[in-house]
């Protein structure tokens, strides 16, 4: 039996009810970008959301990528991503670099529209993709975070999730490689990862509540 075998046994073994697709998120692709960068480090409860709501008037979709990362570069990151002392110019200096990224990798994909491409960049980026490029900025959590918010059927890996998986094929596993069969896993079955609660994963692992 293959490891995403065992995954998929163990998912549906531990789960009372299958977690169906939800409505997903409704953010568009540029302003999924800013979440992730909003979100690097940690902030008072709200902080992210207000911010996006804030860039969502007069425009709910605020522009496409590359229109940004051009009136961006113009303005330079500094003054347009408004930068925080606490993290000394990270986010502004990931911006541009992380736009000219995304916007290269998206046109090796179809879609009618940029929020199309987005999500099929983010199904078929693998999570070890976080090791190249600016995308080494964000880390691990805040590439899935960003291939979550693009449309990807994964998580934002916990101890919880490689100790599940761990569990499951029995031995120890990495967070990428975790990851990755969690999501094989949940292909097969159907399965919407994103709606399985923390909770649930604390339970799964085999922690106490």
């Known amino acids: 039996m293959s490891d995403i075998d065992r995954t998929v046994r163990a998912l549906v073994a531990s789960l009372d009810e299958a977690p169906l697709p939800g409505n997903g998120n409704e953010l568009s692709p540029i302003l999924s970008v800013l979440t ?113 918010l693009f449309g990807a059927n994964t998580v934002l890996p916990t101890k919880e999730h490689a100790a599940f998986v761990g569990r499951a094929v029995g031995r120890a596993v990495d967070m990428p490689e975790a990851v990755v069969l969690l999501e094989r896993a949940a292909g097969r079955l159907g399965y919407d990862l994103d709606a399985i609660s923390k909770e649930e994963w604390t339970k799964m692992a085999g922690d106490p509540a």
Request: hydrophobic share 35%.
């Open 36 to 148: 992730v960068l909003l979100s690097l480090d940690k902030r008072k409860p709200g902080y992210v959301e207000e911010r996006i709501k804030r860039l969502q008037s007069p425009d709910p979709g605020y522009g496409t990528l590359g229109g940004i990362r051009d009136y961006a570069a113009l303005l330079t990151p500094e003054k347009y991503f408004l930068v925080d002392p606490r993290d000394e110019g990270r986010r502004a200096g990931l911006l541009l670099p992380l736009l000219d990224a995304l916007i290269d990798g998206m046109r090796d994909v179809s879609g009618a529209s940029e929020a199309e491409r987005a999500r099929e960049w983010a199904k078929a980026a693998r999570p070890s993709d976080f090791s190249f490029g600016p995308f080494r900025g964000l880390g691990l959590r805040g590439f899935q975070q960003l291939r979550q």
